[in-house]
């Protein structure tokens, strides 16, 4: 008797300390799971809500209420100026809820108040001009394979004619141009580019007399490249070729002095005699 309850005994111990240590393990898995858990939560990105758009949008086009949706952006990357509620987005004030849009944006993309016209301008090339600046289309020819110029890249503007003296030169007439529009996109294939560039009121007359007196070429400037251009560069056929052209120098001769003479006959002779000129 003693036997078996000793037994029953030894069995009832072996089943606790199992059963304790099956409850020890879970409560370690339990506690890796809550420590991984919390590794991904300190680790997760925080998101806000922004604005964007349901579809791709180009300079001078309207966007409405309809047009926009709300997203999930990273809040640590936000960019400068984006929308973040409706009021900055279509201000009360404004009875029209319409925005115009300069520069272009795709669905997806942080709408940002550089990418929009100030609230209530009118649609078209006046919401892209700056206050006290001018749109100036411009016809030209662009240099290099680099395909359609697009709105916000910067160009610089070379002029070739002929001067007065006959002299044909090309000079850098403007450096890093920011194109506002491109009305005509497809124009880069055939060499001639229309584009809308922003100048001041005296480079519109600078432009305009350009147009008129020669030809302009067109160069596109990097992205990000801040380097400073030297505002005299001229070149013409001799820098070119390299030809050296030298002054021809007419040196002056002087004149022999004037000389006069009398003549007397002694017999069948004619005798001369030299004597001073009268003035």
């Known amino acids: 008797m003693r036997g078996v309850?000793?037994?029953?005994?030894?069995?009832?111990?072996a089943l606790a300390g199992f059963a304790v240590y099956m409850v020890n393990q879970q409560i370690e898995q339990k506690n890796n799971e809550l420590a991984r858990a919390q590794q991904q939560r300190d680790g997760a990105v925080k998101t806000v809500d922004v604005y964007s758009v349901n579809r791709e949008f180009t300079y001078g086009e309207v966007i409405t209420s309809e047009d926009v949706v709300v997203i999930?952006?990273?809040?640590?990357?936000?960019?400068?100026?984006?929308?973040?509620?409706?009021?900055?987005?279509?201000?009360?004030?404004?009875?029209?809820?319409?925005r115009v849009i300069v520069?272009?944006?795709?669905?997806?993309?942080p709408?940002?108040?550089s990418k929009l016209a100030a609230p209530g301008s009118s649609r078209g090339l006046t919401a892209l001009?700056?206050?006290?600046?001018?749109?100036?289309?411009?016809?030209?020819?662009?240099?290099?394979?680099f395909g359609t110029l697009r709105p916000n890249d910067r160009i610089?503007?070379?002029?070739?004619?002929?001067?007065?003296?006959?002299?044909?030169v090309?000079?850098?007439?403007?450096?890093?141009?920011?194109?506002?529009?491109?009305?005509?996109?497809?124009?880069?294939?055939?060499?001639i580019t229309n584009i809308i560039v922003q100048v001041t009121p005296q480079e519109v007359a600078i432009l305009t007399q350009a147009q008129a007196s020669g030809s302009l070429t067109i160069s596109l400037v990097g992205a990000g490249d801040a380097t400073p251009v030297a505002s005299n560069i001229t070149v013409d056929t001799q820098s070119v070729t390299g030809e050296i052209i030298e002054d021809v120098v007419i040196?002056?001769?002087?004149?022999?002095?004037?000389?006069?003479?009398?003549?007397?006959?002694?017999?069948?002779e004619r005798v001369e005699f030299q004597i001073p000129c009268n003035d």
Do not use: H
């Open 5 to 13: 309850f000793g037994l029953v005994l030894l069995v009832g111990m």
């Open 72 to 98: 999930k952006y990273a809040q640590d990357y936000l960019p400068e100026g984006v929308v973040r509620n409706e009021d900055s987005l279509f201000p009360p004030e404004q009875p029209a809820k319409m």
């Open 103 to 109: 520069l272009p944006i795709t669905p997806n993309e």
């Open 111 to 113: 709408l940002t108040e």
């Open 129 to 145: 001009v700056d206050p006290g600046m001018r749109a100036f289309p411009i016809q030209g020819r662009v240099t290099g394979g």
């Open 156 to 168: 610089d503007l070379y002029w070739t004619g002929r001067l007065s003296n006959g002299r044909e």
């Open 170 to 191: 090309t000079n850098l007439l403007k450096s890093s141009l920011e194109i506002i529009a491109v009305p005509d996109e497809e124009g880069a294939r055939s060499g």
């Open 251 to 268: 040196e002056e001769q002087e004149e022999a002095p004037e000389v006069c003479y009398r003549y007397e006959r002694r017999g069948t």
